[in-house]
């Protein structure tokens, strides 16, 4: 029996213990193949890169070299390449099929902008090199700022912020700086729609703000007549998302900003779904003081797990002052970067975060950007609310559309289509996956009863949909059909069935450990 | 357009289908007076070509790394990224992933987290980890807010030698908050002032080791005295590397480890993204305050091991205004190219990486000690160091660029006027003997 650095047998004995199959000798099935953690494979000695032998002279580390063992364990590289490959199996991604996860904008990555991230002029250059060694870079940033601007209308844009809800911070940091210079101190409360993403009242709170929630009308808009009575002269200002959560673009959104704007407050525009009206709709003219844009959303750049993200923050006249630094600036024809709160940034509200952004990504969003040019944005704009429409039109006769009337880039169904018949929202989202598909986003917003958010996007065929549609009529018919079981057992296709995350979290195991030394090694 | 399947018969038809004549119809919420009628003044679509030629030229204007003797760090490190990193990190099921809420098809995603995670608790020699954060400035930024939420107090005490843009992102996020940093004097080196300043009322003492001018410190007096008061210690590195050869912050007392570790498999990118990493002890009070998401290992409705996103409940999609922290977004890639480069490495790979590393750090160290009118003014380091010269530091650092070599970064850059005449230079297993050469000779040229 082989061993690896751990004494433990390399073989699977007990294949369910390390995520195998019972079933197999070997815990695989096929193509479904099973696959122990890295620290149940490798040894400490076992390295997949080959670096010359250090000298061995003596260390200047002030005798604060490391004394014990780190315990990583390595593998050499086709042990490395195999792991992660089969790994990579296990996950549902936008290039295997339609992704419709609402306010989260799973459109197609262009392998482009993979190609010009990895130019080495722009993945090889580190941020505090010399500005006369980077002017392409700061190009770039200023470059990419300026088709920000211009797609939203707005004066001023901070590029820092890592992600959306970095770029909430930035807006609201630059708001609470503008109250704080208008010597404004008793204004501190943040109007927010109770169909809000969770990083809005979370932003607000970090700001020093409390939140105050505002009903949705029965039609999943912004109850006007309560927003009106929520106003008064220790208001902020607002965050809202628009479109909103529900997909629906806020009718009244420019009395809104009005409202607010005479009440002494700003308005923080979400723009988690700007794919909906890029080169269609500028959020300038909709009365907007700031709204961050998330690269990862509507300007294609990957969302690779979870990230990483990328929020620039657009911002009106009166905020932008306030930016933070740094930023860049043309002066003739060269560009520098202001790095530090003086003179042009005398205001800035300070720092978010070390460098100068996520450059990986400005280099992605400008190559997607510059690909569609505005015809081609203005077109995304189309293709992604007709997708969604054509969704609606089709799907509204077997599942239940949460509100009347066409829906913006996603379309909110809730549950009332399933009462009755023993299958919940999160059931139909798991017999999703035994068909092949990724579920949408499921009970958010919160507004709606088991609410089901699809969006589709712009880079959707029509022969796809046309699928997708089949599919989820097929299985709203069988819920009512009485098939319940096909519900509650899903998914059996997926390569896990259900996970049990009450036991996750009541018993968190966050990391590997080794196996204790008196521990008996199961028998092959 | 090359993105889009559509033809115009399709959008036709499914107009047609959805029971409105024209897109115009479809955007009739829209406020008149907000519809564009004419295309925003941009350019126009463009092909591959086009789009790859113009950014290439732009990125042509910028002198990359890898094409000169290049002694950059303060925060962000030049390492070998071997090629298998990049081909798996552009995997379509890992690049075209979102983070992995239906977990019976993301485990790719969520056991890598899992294998993350480990590694980086072992790496720092703390119980547990988190699934990334941003880069190493908001890793430390949340971890005060952490450990003021822990101890329930206001104070936090940062050494004047932790990376400037972390103590100025860390003021950034508790700006609005109960929590008030001191912040103590950069030029004391032996971090006396920080001792000092611990008393009943803090919350946490942060140091960074090896610190922003390369400096190796001792933390376990400081750890001890911070206990003493009640605080909690919280170590930060921006150089993961030197976690390979240096003593692992919770071997010296840390009660939360955070840092950068973008040298690890993410490259030098212009600043970003990279990886934050975020570790602590395994206290109940410590994983309940943790910022970020946390991978957990579970069983399925067979009983075989799989992986959630757990401990949910701290976080804003949840627990909305009352979350640890609004942070949605992890790393995500960012941490699949640390795990898959660390996995490479493994023990063996990283020790080695890191005493490489450090011996070209001695070796440069003594060439340009070597030089009339410079002082090499860090005594312990990993592969950053210090070095005071006759002249101020940017204008040297400016003549050596335009001879092409890439010096390192003069301290007055992240300590405005202040440390006119220091630099801060890193060496790492990239350079070559030959670039100590040159770079030694070019700045003695520039000095005589």
Redesign the interface.
């Known amino acids: 029996m082989s061993m690896n650095s751990q004494g433990r047998p390399t073989r699977i004995a007990d294949?369910?213990?390390?995520?195998?199959?019972?079933d197999t000798f070997s815990g695989s099935r096929g193509l479904d193949q099973a696959?122990a953690?890295?620290?149940e494979r490798?040894?400490?000695?076992?390295?997949?890169?080959d670096?010359?032998?250090?000298?061995g002279?003596a260390?200047?580390?002030?005798?604060?070299?490391?004394?014990?063992?780190?315990?990583?364990?390595?593998?050499s590289?086709p042990e490395?390449?195999r792991?992660?490959?089969r790994?990579?199996?296990?996950?549902?991604?936008?290039?295997?099929g339609l992704?419709p996860?609402g306010s989260?904008t799973?459109k197609?990555?262009?392998r482009?902008n993979?190609?010009?991230a990895?130019?080495?002029?722009?993945?090889?250059?580190?941020?505090?090199?010399?500005a006369?060694?980077?002017?392409?870079?700061y190009?770039?940033i200023g470059?990419l700022g300026h088709?920000l601007m211009?797609?939203t209308g707005m004066p001023a844009v901070a590029m820092s912020p890592?992600?959306?809800?970095?770029g909430?911070?930035c807006g609201m940091?630059a708001i609470?700086a503008a109250l704080d210079a208008r010597g404004e101190t008793n204004r501190r409360r943040v109007l927010v729609p109770e169909s809000a993403?969770?990083?809005n009242?979370?932003?607000?709170?970090?700001?020093?703000f409390t939140?105050d929630e505002i009903p949705a009308d029965a039609g999943g808009r912004v109850d006007m007549e309560a927003l009106k009575a929520k106003l008064g002269d220790d208001i902020a200002g607002i965050m809202l998302t628009n479109p909103n959560t529900c997909g629906?673009?806020?009718?009244d959104?420019?009395e809104i900003a009005d409202l607010i704007h005479e009440a002494g407050g700003y308005f923080y525009c979400d723009g988690a779904n700007f794919n909906a009206?890029v080169?269609?709709?500028?959020p300038g003219?909709?009365g907007v003081d700031a709204m961050h844009i998330n690269l990862?959303k509507t300007f294609s750049t990957?969302?690779?797990?979870?990230?990483?993200?990328?929020g620039p923050t657009v911002l009106s006249e009166a905020l932008a002052p306030f930016a933070?630094v740094p930023f860049v600036v043309q002066e003739g024809k060269s560009w520098k970067m202001v790095?530090?709160e003086?003179g042009e940034a005398s205001e800035s509200?300070?720092?978010?975060?070390?460098?100068?952004?996520?450059?990986?990504?400005f280099?992605r969003a400008?190559?997607y950007?510059?690909?569609?040019?505005?015809?081609?944005?203005?077109?995304?704009a189309?293709?992604a609310?007709?997708?969604a429409?054509?969704i609606?039109?089709?799907l509204k006769h077997v599942m239940t559309p949460a509100f009347a009337g066409?829906c913006?880039h996603e379309a909110l169904f809730d549950d009332r289509f399933l009462q009755g018949t023993g299958v919940s929202t999160l059931d139909f989202?798991?017999a999703m996956?035994d068909e092949g598909y990724?579920?949408m986003t499921m009970y958010?917003p919160l507004v709606v009863h088991g609410a089901m958010l699809i969006e589709p996007t712009?880079?959707?065929?029509?022969e796809?949909l046309d699928r997708f549609i089949d599919t989820m009529e097929a299985l709203a018919k069988a819920a009512n059909g009485g098939e319940t079981d096909r519900f509650l057992a899903a998914?059996v296709h997926?390569?896990?069935?259900?996970?049990?995350?009450t036991?996750?979290?009541r018993q968190?195991?966050?990391?590997?450990t080794a196996p204790m030394e008196d521990e008996p090694v199961a028998a092959e | 357009?090359?993105?889009?399947?559509?033809t115009d018969t399709?959008?036709k038809?499914?107009?047609e289908?959805?029971?409105?004549s024209s897109?115009d119809?479809?955007?009739?919420?829209?406020?008149e007076?907000?519809?564009?009628d004419e295309?925003?003044?941009?350019?126009?679509?463009?092909?591959?070509l086009q789009?790859?030629r113009?950014?290439?030229?732009?990125?042509?204007?910028?002198?990359?790394?890898?094409?000169v003797p290049?002694f950059?760090g303060?925060?962000?490190y030049?390492h070998?990224i071997?090629a298998?990193v990049?081909?798996?990190?552009?995997?379509?099921?890992?690049?075209?992933?979102?983070?992995?809420?239906?977990?019976?098809?993301?485990?790719?995603?969520l056991?890598?987290?899992?294998?993350f995670?480990?590694?980086v608790?072992?790496?720092t020699g703390m119980?547990?980890?988190n699934?990334?954060m941003?880069?190493?400035?908001?890793a430390c930024a949340e971890a005060v807010m952490m450990a003021a939420r822990v101890t329930r107090r206001d104070k936090a005490v940062m050494a004047g030698s932790v990376?400037p843009?972390?103590v100025?992102?860390s003021?950034?996020?508790s700006?609005?908050?109960d929590v008030n940093i001191t912040v103590t004097d950069p030029g004391n080196a032996n971090l006396e002032d920080v001792l000092s300043a611990i008393d009943d009322t803090t919350a946490c003492v942060v140091v960074q080791?090896p610190d922003i001018f390369g400096q190796?410190?001792?933390l376990r007096a400081i750890s001890e005295a911070a206990h003493a008061k009640g605080a909690l210690l919280i170590a930060v590195f921006t150089e993961t590397v030197a976690?390979?050869?240096?003593?692992?912050p919770g071997?010296m007392g840390a009660d939360i480890a955070v840092g950068?570790g973008q040298s690890i498999g993410v490259?030098?990118?212009?600043?970003?993204?990279y990886v934050g990493l975020f570790a602590c002890k395994n206290d109940r009070r410590f994983?309940r305050q943790m910022p970020g998401?946390?991978?957990?290992?579970?069983?399925?409705?067979?009983?075989?091991?799989?992986?959630?996103l757990?401990?949910s409940?701290r976080?804003?999609?949840?627990?909305?205004?009352k979350?640890t922290?609004?942070?949605?977004?992890?790393?995500?890639?960012?941490?699949?190219a640390f795990t898959?480069h660390?996995?490479?490495?493994?023990?063996?790979?990283?020790t080695?990486?890191a005493?490489?590393s450090?011996?070209m750090a001695?070796d440069l160290?003594d060439r340009l000690g070597s030089i009339e009118g410079v002082n090499v003014e860090t005594?312990?380091?990993?592969n950053e160091f210090t070095i005071r010269l006759p002249q101020p530091a940017v204008d040297v650092?400016?003549k050596l660029?335009?001879s092409g070599v890439?010096a390192g970064?003069p301290a007055s850059?992240l300590f405005?006027g202040q440390f006119e005449d220091l630099l801060i230079v890193a060496a790492t297993?990239t350079n070559t003997e030959e670039d100590l050469i040159i770079f030694e000779k070019a700045l003695r040229g520039v000095l005589s």
């Open positions: 294949n369910a213990a390390t995520g195998g199959y019972a696959e953690l890295i620290f490798g040894a400490t000695d076992r390295c997949g890169v670096l010359p032998e250090p000298k002279t260390l200047r580390m002030g005798g604060l070299e490391r004394q014990g063992e780190i315990g990583l364990p390595g593998l590289e490395t390449m792991h992660y490959v790994l990579s199996r296990k996950n549902y991604a936008i290039d295997l992704y996860l989260c799973m197609h990555n262009p482009l993979e190609k010009v990895r130019m080495p002029g722009f993945a090889d250059v580190h941020p505090l090199q010399p006369s060694t980077v002017q392409g870079a190009q770039l470059e088709w211009t797609l890592k992600a959306g809800a970095h909430e911070f940091l609470r993403h969770g990083t009242p979370a932003t607000a709170i970090q700001c020093g939140c629906l673009f806020e009718r959104i420019r009206i080169g269609r709709v500028r003219d909709l990862h990957p969302h690779g797990g979870g990230g990483p993200g990328s933070p790095e530090q003086e509200f300070g720092r978010m975060a070390a460098f100068h952004g996520q450059m990986g990504m280099t400008l190559t950007m510059m690909s569609h040019g505005s015809d081609g944005l203005k077109q995304v189309n293709d609310v007709l997708n429409n054509y609606l039109a089709r066409f913006m989202a798991k996956i990724h579920p958010f712009e880079t959707e065929s029509r796809g998914p997926a390569p896990t069935k259900r996970l049990d995350e036991r996750a979290a968190p195991v966050l990391r590997w | 357009m090359r993105y889009l399947p559509h399709d959008r038809a499914m107009l289908t959805i029971g409105v897109f119809e479809l955007f009739t919420d829209v406020p007076a907000a519809r564009l295309l925003i003044d941009l350019p126009t679509k463009q092909g591959e789009v790859e113009a950014l290439g030229a732009m990125a042509g204007q910028n002198v990359a790394a890898g094409s290049f950059v303060a925060g962000a030049r070998h071997p298998t990049d081909h798996l990190i552009q995997r379509s099921e890992f690049l075209t992933a979102y983070t992995p809420y239906q977990p019976e098809i993301s485990q790719g995603t056991q890598t987290l899992f294998e995670q480990t590694q608790a072992l790496l119980d547990v980890a699934a990334s941003y880069d190493g400035s908001t990376h843009h972390y100025a992102a003021q950034t996020l700006k609005h908050s080791t190796l410190h001792d976690l390979g050869l240096m003593e692992a071997n950068e490259g030098l990118n212009f600043g970003g993204p994983i998401r946390l991978a957990g290992e579970t069983v399925d409705a067979d009983g075989r091991r799989g992986y959630v757990t401990l409940t976080e804003q999609h949840i627990r909305r205004e979350a922290s609004n942070i949605c977004t992890n790393a995500g890639l960012c941490s699949l898959v660390m996995t490479l490495l493994g023990e063996k790979g990283l080695n990486m005493r490489l450090h011996e001695c160290a005594e312990a380091f990993f650092v400016d660029a335009a890439l970064v850059r405005p297993e």
